[in-house]
T-cell receptor, first 116, second 111 residues
Framework: NAGVMQNPRHLVRRRGQEARLRCSPM?????VYWYRQLPEEGLKFMVY????????ESGMPKERFSAEFPKEGPSILRIQQVVRGDSAAYFC??????????????FGEGSRLTVL | EDKVVQSPLSLVVHEGDTVTLNCSYE??????LLWYKQEKKAPTFLFML????IEKKSGRLSSILDKKELFSILNITATQTGDSAVYLC???????????FGQGTTLQVKP
């Protein structure tokens, strides 16, 4: 039973380019979360999605960042016109979500974005 | 603003020592408190605590919650080098998986 799969594991972009990070949740999980971890800081919630719906995006920057979880395929976190401050590890997590989550999330290994 | 604070931020011990990691929180709506272990990859779940005074135990690790004083501790006895990791404390305030994490405690266990 594969865990949460994220790719790419490492991504290097120049300022102004776009970054796309992908996340496939654990089999049977319908809830996906994105968290960002800046150097020397804890994980910060960004967005919570279910299939085809954004449930809570209160942690997403208002501009340049977007997320989706289509009916088919992985969840995508998209960062347009990246800046150096976007350099971070982006973690995806999933949960079964049936009847509400207990809070236990299953994390992927993260995608480390470096903006030059 | 909801806040989770861990202490110490880093800790160096020798194999066989016992360590206690602390997590305090100030949140408007507490649902549960979770502990994760993060080595150089995915955070892995350790414990979830919802009730005060009930100790959760898994091998050499144990954790307890005090909802009156708003803190939790994670104990590791007879530490091993494989326990070296960042230990993350998080609070669930909405039952939706939107966790508020502390900064983490970096534990290094020397042989």
């Amino acid at each position: 039973n594969a865990g949460v799969m994220q790719n790419p594991r490492h991504l290097v972009r120049r300022r102004g380019q776009e970054a796309r990070l992908r996340c496939s949740p654990m089999k049977g999980h319908s809830h996906v979360y994105w968290y960002r971890q800046l150097p020397e800081e804890g994980l910060k919630f960004m967005v919570y999605l279910q299939k085809e719906n954004i449930i809570d995006e209160s942690g997403m920057p208002k501009e340049r960042f977007s997320a989706e979880f289509p009916k088919e395929g992985p969840s995508i976190l998209r960062i347009q016109q990246v800046v150096r401050g976007d350099s971070a590890a982006y973690f995806c997590a999933s949960s079964p979500g049936t009847g509400g989550t207990t809070g236990e999330l299953f994390f992927g290994e993260g995608s480390r974005l470096t903006v030059l | 603003e909801d806040k989770v604070v861990q202490s110490p931020l880093s800790l160096v011990v020798h194999e066989g020592d016992t360590v206690t990691l602390n997590c305090s929180y100030e949140v408007t709506n507490f649902r549960s408190l979770l502990w994760y272990k993060q080595e150089k990859k995915a955070p892995t779940f350790l414990f979830m605590l919802t009730s005060s005074g009930i100790e959760k135990k898994s091998g050499r690790l144990s954790s307890i919650l005090d909802k009156k004083e708003l803190f939790s501790i994670l104990n590791i006895t007879a530490t091993q080098t494989g326990d070296s990791a960042v230990y993350l404390c998080a609070v669930d305030t909405s039952n939706t998986g939107k966790l508020i994490f502390g900064q983490g405690t970096t534990l290094q266990v020397k042989p």
